[in-house]
């Protein structure tokens, strides 16, 4: 759902002999019903894969997934319209995998990153007591660098956190900004991205607690800054930390962080996710945006650099995809999960 | 002394037609004395007025400037150079008002930003009473923004700081970075830096006490970093403060706020220092950089936006333009300052 | 009319003070009537001035042009809007003065560079014949660039022209291109830019035969390719010509041009409309944008640089600003001129 | 030779796992030698592989090359360092591949591109009889997109041609361009570009004749420019012809055109070298620059779009990837065909 924009475009590139899942059916406005995907404009490299330029797009229909055989959907549509139909889809017993914020507060609905929190995705037990079948999401992309990085340091008790970001002009979709704005410029404000930050990170590191999440309580603090980068969101961290930690136990931390068993060889799940980097000058978008391993797992690594620890503080600066880890392939991954533990 | 570069070249735009200085001598390197500056490369758009083109290039040499009637300099030099020769012109006589980082740190040195710090110039007598002339310096560009983006808000007692930076790539000079570094990229330190606005921030707002200057104490963290545009310093700023204003009083501070007797009518002062913006989109480098007065203070106010208070926090962030304010702008308007409290 | 876009916000920074014309009326879209010019998005530093700011939306209605006693109109209008609104503002006694593309080709209506064919003007007279007012136009952004240095080698005999050009974002408006397509990028298309170039550029050049323009019979191939500069179009133009020019002679006829009488001391001709530079690095965007004279000038020069000649060839590259000489300013000299000739 | 710099960094990822080839020595300049390649700065992603990275640098010494067994070498060397070394090499019977520009207009040296001319393979034969080893060199990187995208179009009898071209800052190398410098601006030169483009380009599709090669006759007007796009090196063409070709048969001849058996199933070989596209809006350097073959031949392609013809006239854009096929991969094809013909 939603083929024909950035992150839509990535979701194709994702699917492309998918060990797991086959693409049965691309949907888009109505506009596009009946349309070859290779009619419409490629924004990424590889955008548009040969493997499905002759499908043709059906309408953003339940019933016609249905006909075509969907038993899962990858939602690559704009919020407002994303809120209604994944509801339907889900309801109708489509599994949906979205990267549209609509559901993502949903008490039953997860956050899902699943080196993160595999076990909220028991929550599609939860949902299923309402519906045939569930929604899953990934996180906004900024939140996903973000939580990715604190993955490794969770233990050293987090108070608060001061972030500014760093993030590329792709974080806005297509056409997105105008290039009258951002052409070697700086835009000090993202709409609606701020408080995203803020509650969907307090929820993706929350306890399940019977049919809900509880949140953690962290004192949050973000300001979301659009850079002339094309990819790639990069991220200053300042977290004031409960545990007094010296930089070589953060940096040990950091260094033999190991993912769960639950990802451990999924397709798209790197082998090493949160990298870390002694290089001042790193990471940089132009370099480490496609960290991860090779094939499907490219991009859905972070890298964090310019460590610094002391006095109740940790201090360093990420980078993560936030088309790859932050958008498609994140859902991807969800999806993967779902399929490993029997709940497709 | 330095005309070449493009902090030196935004000196030499500063001084065209000049009420109180007239340029009598430019110094560079050895190889290009004897050279007119208008065989050198333009960094800046008119950065080699033609009322200047035709003057020769001196060494780098104090008997030289001196034979030239020179009775101050400007100093845009790379901070290795700038340490022995700035000190032995200020012990001949001359009074230099300087750029560069050499001597910011010295105890009977002012870092001069004269809407925070005009007492500080008193420090001119106690140079004196060991050297003929007096060294002035001007903040590093980064820390010049921060720190006047705070001077309205003194008074409610800052505790701690957490800034991280998006800074334009003249910050660097000429050459400065590759562009195979910086386009459509960012990069996450900048050598040396975020000590500089740790320790010149808390030395400009500190108090003269006799021969010296007693820093304040406050806790400074700060992210320093490059994005991909040409001019104009952003900084997001977390202010944590003893004092629990609300929003409507920090603004109120901001929108009220006067410049300070001594600086009122200098010709490189703006009217308006500190200028405050409910846009949120806004300060923006591209639309805001040169925000002051026209002419002599053009580029020489900040732009505070995205102003947010409570909880005994502080939260903006602000702009300034690093080559103006930051610069040969800042170092012209502490030789006015110097002009007119009688020091030269 | 249409004073809220790219090149309407430059209309409103060139009529402040002008000595002229006084504005009485801004006009907008319908969505826009009733709100204060202030409330726009500025898209210029400067765009949305102060003197300005107070200033209420009327619709694009004639009649109420009239009311606030508009004798003549700028419009920065879109193509297809603008055809109808400036043929009824003519036929009500306006005269127009227009950037837009719509009534450019009309047989009575000049594409006005005033260095060039001040005489063309003489069709106000015609078009009198049939209305009040008149439409004058001024060329496409990219023609002008091109003309304008064509304008002292016209002696040459030119027979055959092929360009390739390096045109700004801006001459695309606002939005124009979304970021994601010409960030760090080249987009070799510039929709229905290549017919202007040929169909303006020899109208310009065309001689007044009755009540309509002959235009010239030369063989102009184009490349019309956008480029991530924000303002300034480059041109590389390679000219076959009849007379076998050496180099010294060619650069001596850039050199020794002077504009004709009829456009001196008018208050945004430029004392010197075509400059040249020996520096094979420039023009730049950058650096020479803004070539002309301070003030009402700025811009509205443009610059020839990299000239060769020989065998009955002519080079060179030349850049103009899109913005200044290739759009708002163009049109108010046109205006000045008209001023000036007695026709309004 | 030469493996700390963008090229180089390209060539060390071209190598890793080569069929043809395994890396015994990397050289740089002495102050590198012993040093490990992974101290070496990225400059390119990918461009340190984990595979090379415990290497350490020889210095540039052919015997050192000797002693760890090396038959061929790549070099990615300055022109004015490359020319002794390579000659030694040679001399010592080492195969260089060399993308400098040194030894391109020696009478017995070729400048390949395997696709237009491997014929030219046989001065490997002549040389021979000067010294133990040969020297084969790629063409500026200008220069192989041009000629690759005229080779389909041989047969139409190229009289004249015409080209402006928009090139990406990394052809400059590594430092390259001050970011000061191209940040959103246009450069409209290239020190000793367009003489290389109108030299190579006539050798290059040249004949043997004896023991040299008698270039084309062709005449070349080029304008190299530089753009700020990182990579890909689009061209403006503009050609007049002998043959009156229609478009449909231009078309024809660039679609139907088929590598010639010699090049057939290198590992760098694209199946198509030359692409063809009737989007106006392509060929672009951030969707197509690594147009071609997945792994190996991946940047070996080049993309013509906005194709035109008839009067005796052909016009279109390419584009090309500047550092593989205009570069590091060119050499690698270029010695790879060398293997297959028995010549090392």
């Known amino acids: 759902m939603g083929a024909t924009g950035v992150v839509g475009q990535h979701f194709l590139r994702g699917l492309v002999d998918h060990p797991y899942f086959e693409l ?48 899962i959907a990858f939602s690559a549509l704009p919020s407002d319209i994303a809120g209604d139909i994944e509801q339907r889809a889900a309801e109708k017993g489509i599994s949906v995998f979205s990267n549209a914020g609509a559901h993502r507060m949903d008490a039953d609905v997860p ?13 599609a037990i939860t949902q299923r007591r309402l519906r045939k079948g569930f929604i899953f999401t990934n996180a906004n992309c900024t939140t996903t660098g973000l939580a990715m990085a604190l993955l490794p340091l969770i233990s050293l008790g987090i108070r608060k956190m001061v972030v500014a970001s760093y993030q590329a002009i792709s974080g806005a979709g297509y056409p ?5 704005d951002i052409t070697a410029n700086v835009i000090p ?7 995203k930050v803020r509650r969907e990170c307090v929820k993706i590191f929350g306890d399940v607690e019977g049919d809900t999440i509880r949140p953690r309580d ?3 603090h973000a300001h979301c800054v659009r850079v002339p980068t094309l990819v790639g969101h990069m991220i200053s961290v300042h977290l004031d930390i ?16 190991t993912p769960p068993q639950q990802v451990a060889g999924l397709p798209s799940a790197p082998s090493q996710p949160v990298l870390f980097t002694r290089d001042p000058l790193r990471p940089q978008p132009r370099l480490d945006v496609d960290a991860g391993d090779p094939e499907r797992a490219r991009g ?3 890298t964090i650099g310019r460590l610094e620890a002391g006095e109740g503080v940790v201090r360093f600066l990420t980078l993560s ?12 991954l969800n999806a993967e999960l779902a399929c490993r533990e029997g709940l497709l």
């Open 24 to 71: 049965v059916a691309i949907c888009a406005s109505d506009a596009r019903t009946g349309q070859r995907l290779d009619s419409v404009k490629e924004h990424v490299p590889g955008g548009i894969p040969a493997e499905f330029g002759g499908m043709v797009f059906d309408p953003l229909d339940v019933e016609a997934m249905l006909s075509r055989g969907a038993h």
């Open 189 to 195: 404000y993202i709409s609606n991205e701020e408080p």
């Open 111 to 123: 956050i899902l990153i699943p080196e993160i929190n595999a076990p909220q995705s028991a929550l």
């Open 321 to 332: 995809n936030n088309l790859v880890r932050g958008a498609a392939g994140g859902s991807i």
């Open 300 to 302: 859905m690594a972070v």
């Open 176 to 180: 997105g900004h105008s290039a009258m």
């Open 242 to 257: 409960e545990e007094k930690a010296s930089l070589e136990q953060v940096e040990s931390l950091i260094e033999n962080y």
């Open 218 to 220: 962290w004192e949050i």
